[in-house]
T-cell receptor, first 113, second 114 residues
Framework: RKEVEQDPGPFNVPEGATVAFNCTYSNSASQSFFWYRQDCRKEPKLLMS???SGNEDGRFTAQLNRASQYISLLIRDSKLSDSATYLCVPRQGGGGATNKLIFGTGTLLAVQP | NAGVTQTPKFQVLKTGQSMTLQCAQDMNHNSMYWYRQDPGMGLRLIYY???????DKGEVPNGYNVSRLNKREFSLRLESAAPSQTSVYFC?????????????FGPGTRLTVL
C-alpha cells in the first residue's frame, strides 16, 4: 500500500461548485497533516495545516478522520484561480525536527468558466 | 525578503557530467531539504539538513551529495549525472516547532540529462 493515496483526477467543475478531495495515509503514527497547492510548473505552497480533527479557512475546509486514516479537502464556491494540483501531505511520525513530510501525487482540479 | 532561491532554473547535462544545484534561504530557518519531482510521483526527499552542521539521507539519496555550507545555504551535487536523474529539483526550508512545520519551497531547477 502506498504511504499516501490520492485520486489523481482531473476534477472538472464549473465556477461556483463545491468539490471535495479525499486522501488516505498508511502511517497511523502521523500526527500532523498538510494540504499544499501546486500550480503547473511551479513550486508547492502551503494551503492548510491540520493538527486536530479539522481546519477551516474561508472557502476551504479540511477534515481529518484518524480512525479511518483519511483526510479530506472541501472547496466551496470554486474560482477559476483554484485550478491547480492539491497535494496531501502527512508528516511522518509524531513530531520532531527530523520528521519528514510524505507527499501524495496530488489531485488535479480544473475549474471551468 | 526573497524566501528560498535556487540556481540555475534550467540545466541540460550530458551523461557523466557533474554539477551543483544551489539553494539559499533568507528566513533564518534551521531545516533545509532537497526533493525531486517526477511525473506521476509525489515529491521525494533526497537529503535534508535538520540544522546547520548536520545532513541526513532521505528516501532517494543515491547519486547525490549535499553540503550545508552555513545556515542559509544548502547545495546538492550530482557527481556523475545519469538520465534517471532527469527531474525537477526543489529546495525547501522550514522552522519546526511542535505546532507548525511549514516548508517553503524554492522555484525549482529543471534538469535534463541526455
Amino acid at each position: 500500500r502506498k504511504e499516501v493515496e490520492q485520486d489523481p483526477g482531473p476534477f472538472n467543475v464549473p465556477e461556483g461548485a463545491t468539490v471535495a478531495f479525499n486522501c488516505t495515509y498508511s502511517n497511523s503514527a502521523s500526527q500532523s497533516f498538510f494540504w499544499y497547492r501546486q500550480d503547473c510548473r511551479k513550486e508547492p505552497k502551503l494551503l492548510m495545516s491540520v493538527y486536530s480533527s479539522g481546519n477551516e479557512d474561508g472557502r476551504f475546509t479540511a477534515q481529518l478522520n484518524r480512525a479511518s486514516q483519511y483526510i479530506s479537502l472541501l472547496i466551496r464556491d470554486s474560482k477559476l484561480s483554484d485550478s491547480a494540483t492539491y497535494l496531501c501531505v502527512p508528516r511522518q511520525g509524531g513530531g520532531g525536527a527530523t520528521n519528514k513530510l510524505i507527499f501524495g501525487t496530488g489531485t488535479l482540479l480544473a475549474v471551468q468558466p | 525578503n526573497a524566501g528560498v532561491t535556487q540556481t540555475p532554473k534550467f540545466q541540460v547535462l550530458k551523461t557523466g557530467q557533474s554539477m551543483t544545484l544551489q539553494c539559499a534561504q533568507d528566513m533564518n530557518h534551521n531545516s533545509m531539504y532537497w526533493y525531486r519531482q517526477d511525473p506521476g510521483m509525489g515529491l521525494r526527499l533526497i537529503y535534508y539538513s535538520a540544522s546547520e552542521g548536520t545532513t541526513d539521507k532521505g528516501e532517494v539519496p543515491n547519486g547525490y551529495n549535499v553540503s550545508r555550507l552555513n545556515k542559509r545555504e544548502f547545495s546538492l551535487r550530482l557527481e556523475s549525472a545519469a538520465p534517471s536523474q532527469t527531474s525537477v529539483y526543489f529546495c525547501a526550508s522550514s522552522v519546526w516547532d511542535r505546532v507548525t512545520d511549514t516548508q517553503y519551497f524554492g522555484p525549482g531547477t529543471r534538469l535534463t540529462v541526455l
